[in-house]
């Protein structure tokens, strides 16, 4: 079955008769729970919950008990790897054009097992409309449920779960999207929805909202008037005329009246002083093209002007725009933002949303899903599911237009993460902290750079991820499936930089990790970890020896350097995995002899030392890195130095698989078969000054906003006044600007020869940043 239909959209567009695999539209209908749908004017919103069944990678620690040393243990390896079947929850959303309605009721019902589901959740001004072909389509009951409610909860579940949400739109800018952090507290906030009229909604908590004003001028005025002006009926039409007009051949502009500017009050020459003023003066003939703009510049600048006098009342700055006449249209949201720019003086910015379209469904479903409490977890967008942001611009070319989120289908899939996350106590100003050194969005040659380097590293991940399942009967095919799901996201975003938000190296990354998991890759480098494990854990001992034997002085300098050659071993950098696959003998010493020799390029060293000379920390959260001689032989005697000096120590590690980082599990099983061989370990383990803490990310980057509930919580109260970030991912792609309330250290090694140019050096340059909030320097 196919699913295919055709809408003339005018000169710009093409025939929708496309033919598109429905199950990569519908996925997962086969373990659908519940429903709920949004249809608007035009366009469907469907929405519901499946359960998804896919393989995760688990160790499990071998008795080593009656072995009483680590020669004992030779040939046996630390721990077994099993790949086990994980059920976990996921959101599915998908936007389709109403055309298409009948079509896809049809093949949900063909394919819908669960039959446990009775009731579908409904909102939007067609859902009583389509209320009796879904009852019998699907033979659920129709709910509906009220509009603006629906709006608000979505529109909380967005921003409360999904990053780089909002955004403020740029029209002659080179990044058009300028995405915005969400701010910790997203309460309060004034939503502008802006549908056939216009209403003004103050939000201050989840469930406390009020409409406190509206106008009848919307976006029905604008459809309204410009089919009788235009006789052009199609909505997308008129926008598409407004793009291609010249508003100031209809408006009458200042100068046209003053002959220029109107100084004493303020008014430029090109300011409209009057919409459609020429039209009663003026007697020709005006194209449909400009009055379509002049049409849109009233109505923008008149709801600009009424969203700003109630943001001014309410003394409220984040103003949220949303509803069918924004639909991500550029021409519809410059003419917005320009209107509030001008009337507020710059001092409040319009926003909009990446899954504006998605608020009323996403509303209806968390109804319909409130005895499941969906808003105690923490949601993160799945962007191998995804379609993504796409740019609707009539200039686009056909192929683009396809793609576009108007045509014909759009899906947004939300995974929900086994644990709650929230900030790190420690940020300095939550609300001013972004995670990324660099945006790639903004930096072209930074952008093409990475895109070009990630597209070139795809056969060795796809090579990899083939030999981690080398028993697997189809490993090759999914294998394949995978290359080419992340060959086309690399080819999106290329011309989509802003699909998914702000793209940057850490976005790259996580869209990796998910077309993995998607394929059932989950952990391509457990094989490798395992083996580079068991070969550091020989040398633990001799490592630890050698350094106890060392003056203070010295001692200190070789934990560092230790811990900085340590972090050379990173399979994600294609400079070391190109080593390591062809020399099996490179090991800590070689590592030791390429780093760059002090002055390092980022070089605070000095200033640690004199730190160290005075009283210890109180408690020291490190943020590891890499498996293997990175956790073993640098991180462990770097921070067994700290639990000698009398500094608590908390590792807090992924939760999940990322590259060769090391996960929770795996560090829970080093960390006790280091205990049993150091004393040092194994007291701080006992005494509980030595804590392993789970960081709530499977990412090789981190994110300081989005962490575990638990480790903020250990952090808080052990009274953590040192924070150490290590690696590439951790420290220089992210963080590397990160403002903290205590004392940091942000140290790695760069194994990337174009970004090492960039910051100055060379491959295998060494940063190590030690900082101290203003205060405590105070």
């Known amino acids: 079955m196919a699913l295919s239909g055709g809408v003339d959209r005018g000169s710009h567009s093409m025939d929708k008769s496309i033919t598109l695999p429905p199950d990569e539209i519908f996925r997962n209908l086969e373990n659908a729970k519940r429903f709920a749908i949004d249809i608007g004017g035009s366009l469907t919103k469907l929405a519901y919950y499946s359960t998804v069944q896919h393989k995760v990678a688990k160790v499990r620690s071998f008795d080593h008990s009656t072995k009483v040393s680590v020669q004992e243990t030779d040939g046996d390896p630390l721990y077994e790897i099993s790949v086990q079947e994980e059920i976990t929850a996921r959101l ?25 589901t009775k009731v579908i959740k409904a909102t939007g001004g067609g859902a009583h409309k389509f209320k009796d072909l879904i009852e019998k389509k699907l033979k659920l009951k129709v709910d509906k449920e009220d509009e603006m409610t629906c709006l608000i909860k979505g529109c909380n579940f967005v921003l409360k779960n999904i990053p780089h949400e909002a955004f403020v739109y740029a029209k002659h800018a080179d990044s058009e999207f300028r995405f915005q952090h969400t701010h910790p507290d997203i309460f309060p906030y004034l939503l502008i929805n802006i549908g056939s009229g216009v209403s003004i909604v103050k939000v201050e908590a989840e469930d406390k909202f009020e409409r406190i004003g509206g106008s009848s001028i919307g976006g029905g005025t604008f459809w309204g008037l410009g089919a009788l002006l235009t006789k052009t009926k199609r909505f997308d039409e008129l926008l598409q005329l407004a793009s291609k007009g010249q508003h100031t051949n209809v408006d009458m502009l200042v100068k046209d009246i003053y002959g220029g500017a109107y100084g004493s009050l303020g008014l430029t020459g090109d300011l409209i002083a009057s919409s459609f003023g020429k ?97 105690q977890y923490s949601w993160g967008e799945n962007y191998a599911g995804s379609s993504g942001l796409m740019s609707v611009s009539p200039e686009l070319n056909p192929v683009q237009r396809a793609r576009s989120g108007t045509f014909p289908f759009d899906m947004l899939e939300m995974d929900r993460l086994e644990r709650q996350l929230v900030n790190l106590p420690l940020l300095q100003d939550p609300t001013s902290y972004i995670p990324d050194t660099v945006d790639l969005t903004e930096d072209v040659l930074a952008r093409e750079y990475w895109l070009y380097c990630f597209e070139e590293a795809l056969d ?48 790259l990354l996580d869209t990796r990790e998910h077309c993995l998991n998607e394929f059932n890759f989950p952990d391509p480098y457990s094989k490798i970890k395992q083996k580079e494990n068991d070969m550091a854990l020989k040398y633990y001992l001799k490592v630890v020896k050698s350094v106890e034997e060392l003056s203070w002085e010295q001692r200190q300098f070789t934990l560092v350097k230790g811990l900085l050659a340590g972090n050379v071993f990173d399979w994600g950098a294609k400079a070391v995995s190109d080593v390591l696959e062809s020399d099996p ?99 701080a383990l006992k005494e509980d000054r030595l804590a392993l803490v789970q960081n709530g990310s499977s990412s090789p980057c981190l994110d300081l906003s989005r962490l575990d509930k638990v480790l903020a919580t250990v952090v808080r109260e052990r009274g953590t006044d040192l924070v150490i970030i290590e690696g590439m991912g951790r420290a220089i792609h992210t963080n590397y600007y990160a403002m903290l309330s205590c004392e940091s250290l942000k140290l790695a090694v760069i194994k990337n020869s174009w970004l090492a140019e960039r910051l100055g050096g060379k491959i295998f340059s060494v940063v190590f940043k030690y900082e101290v909030p203003s205060k405590a320097q105070g």
């Open 585 to 683: 003998e490179f090991g800590f010493e070689q590592a030791k002899q390429q780093l760059q020799e002090r002055p390092w390029l980022v070089d605070a060293y000095n200033q640690w030392i004199e730190r160290l000379k005075g009283p210890p920390h109180k408690c020291a959260l490190f943020f590891v890195d890499n498996s293997g001689i990175d956790i073993i032989l640098g991180v462990f005697p770097f921070i067994r130095e700290l639990l000698i000096r009398g500094t608590e120590v908390v590792l807090a590690s992924n939760s999940g698989p990322a590259l060769n980082d090391v996960t929770n599990s795996e560090l829970q099983i080093l960390t006790e078969r280091i205990a049993a061989m150091d004393p040092v370990i194994h007291t």
């Open 279 to 375: 039209s009663a003066t003026t007697d020709k003939e005006f194209s449909k093209e400009d009055m379509a703009k002049s049409l849109l510049h009233m109505i923008s600048n008149d709801i600009g002007q009424l969203a700003c006098l109630y943001a001014k009342l309410h003394n409220l700055t984040r103003v949220y725009f949303g509803g069918f006449f924004i639909r991500g249209h550029p021409v519809t949201m410059h003419t917005i933002t320009y209107s509030i720019n001008f009337f507020t003086k710059g001092e409040v910015q319009a926003l909009f949303l990446r899954h504006e379209g998605y608020l009323g469904a996403i509303g209806a479903f968390l109804k319909g899903a409130e005895e499941d409490n969906p808003n």
């Open 92 to 116: 599915h959303f998908i936007k389709f054009e109403n055309a298409y309605i009948e079509t896809c009721l049809d093949f949900i019902k063909d394919h819908l097992v669960n039959t446990e």
């Open 460 to 507: 060795g991940v796809v090579k990899r991820a083939i030999a981690s399942q080398k028993d697997q009967p189809k490993a090759v095919e999914r294998a394949e499936k995978f290359r080419q799901k992340y060959r086309h996201k690399l080819q999106t975003l290329r011309h989509q930089p802003f699909a998914y938000g702000s793209l940057t190296v850490r976005s």
